[in-house]
T-cell receptor, first 113, second 112 residues
Framework: DVKVTQSSRYLVKRTGEKVFLECVQD?????MFWYRQDPGLGLRLIYFSYDVKMKEKGDIPEGYSVSREKKERFSLILESASTNQTSMYLC????????????FGSGTQLSVL | GENVEQHPSTLSVQEGDSAVIKCTYSDSASNYFPWYKQELGKGPQLIID?????GEKKDQRIAVTLNKTAKHFSLHITETQPEDSAVYFCAASFTGGFKTIFGAGTRLFVKA
């Protein structure tokens, strides 16, 4: 089975801090994604990567950046955390090559105070 | 932009009854329609999917139907069980694309 692991289940940070959310997948998937989940809004795509060092903006990239230095690892960075970034963050991966099935991690609940 | 609308937002059924969740999508290019189930404390997990060249697909107690002309697709769960209680998300994307657009989710409660 594909395993997508997110480094933290819960995280509490202060406004203005730089925050790193880490994600690792173990099935050699080409594509990796960061979503944000908020009640009543579903899942919204922040950034995705289709190859090492390649990244593309999703629908809500403002205030975020990403890094993919190795195929298995995809990091989400909040340069200066703000209270409106309090949310559940979900990492996902997909095989690629026309296979769009997403495999999700368990999520990181981030609270910015 | 692309949009997926999902109804209802909350659904409560008695154990053994059927549950139906409906979605509509806006992008005519969409040809892949997955459904994800999210249990408490976990990430969403794919439970069934359908492609636009198929009108219906079944897997045991769950089935999906697609009306491409009307841009509607639905999830049907029969003989519901308490373990079916979860949040369900419909989604739409297209082959070779990277963006999956999700509905807002339906919280299903199955009462024993």
């Amino acid at each position: 089975d594909v395993k997508v692991t997110q480094s933290s289940r819960y995280l509490v940070k202060r406004t203005g801090e730089k925050v790193f959310l880490e994600c690792v997948q173990d099935m050699d998937h080409e594509n990796m994604f960061w979503y944000r989940q908020d009640p009543g809004l579903g899942l919204r795509l922040i950034y995705f990567s289709y190859d090492v060092k390649m990244k593309e903006k999703g629908d809500i990239p403002e205030g975020y950046s990403v890094s993919r230095e190795k195929k298995e690892r995809f990091s989400l960075i909040l340069e200066s955390a703000s209270t409106n970034q309090t949310s559940m963050y979900l990492c996902a991966s997909s095989l690629g090559g026309g296979d769009e099935k997403l495999f999700f991690g368990s999520g990181t609940q981030l609270s910015v105070l | 932009g692309e949009n997926v609308e999902q109804h209802p937002s909350t659904l409560s059924v008695q154990e053994g009854d059927s549950a139906v969740i409906k979605c509509t999508y806006s992008d005519s290019a969409s040809n892949y329609f997955p459904w994800y189930k999210q249990e408490l404390g976990k990430g969403p997990q794919l439970i069934i999917d359908i492609r636009s060249n198929v009108g219906e697909k079944k897997d045991q107690r769950i089935a999906v139907t697609l009306n491409k002309t009307a841009k509607h697709f639905s999830l049907h769960i029969t003989e519901t069980q308490p373990e079916d209680s979860a949040v369900y998300f419909c989604a739409a994307s297209f082959t070779g694309g990277f963006k999956t657009i999700f509905g807002a989710g339906t919280r299903l409660f199955v009462k024993a």
